[in-house]
Nanobody, 114 residues
Framework: QVQLVESGGGWVQPGGSLRLSCAVS????????MGWYCQAQGKQRELVAS???????NYADSVKGRFTISRDNTKNTVYLQMNSLKPEDTAMYYC????????WGQGTQVTVSS
């Protein structure tokens, strides 16, 4: 059973930065297209960024130029560097296999406020 463990969230002031990590158990990680998702309170979960096994990335328009997704296949880990954070980025953040979603992890909370 693949497990997803997100970490790195917290409280930050507008304009600040955070780096999220997602550790993925299982030996097939390098084959996954991985995505970072966010879910604000009362809203549906939505895709923020994705990365192929070869490092091709895509971003939601709302985070382009501010967030960077990356992965380390040797560590079975995917990252989300979040810069120039805005209050509207406040949400729970999750990672998952984009094409074959696994059971969701517990997520990591990001709160942006002054």
């Amino acid at each position: 059973q693949v497990q997803l463990v997100e970490s790195g969230g917290g409280w930050v002031q507008p304009g600040g930065s955070l780096r999220l990590s997602c550790a993925v158990s299982g030996s097939s990680f390098s084959a996954y297209v991985m995505g970072w998702y966010c879910q604000a309170q009362g809203k549906q979960r939505e895709l923020v960024a994705s990365i192929t096994r070869g490092g091709i990335t895509n971003y939601a328009d709302s985070v382009k130029g501010r967030f960077t997704i990356s992965r380390d296949n040797t560590k079975n880990t995917v990252y989300l560097q979040m810069n120039s954070l805005k209050p509207e980025d406040t949400a729970m953040y999750y990672c998952n296999d984009f094409f074959n979603p696994k059971p969701w992890g517990q997520g990591t909370q990001v709160t942006v406020s002054s």
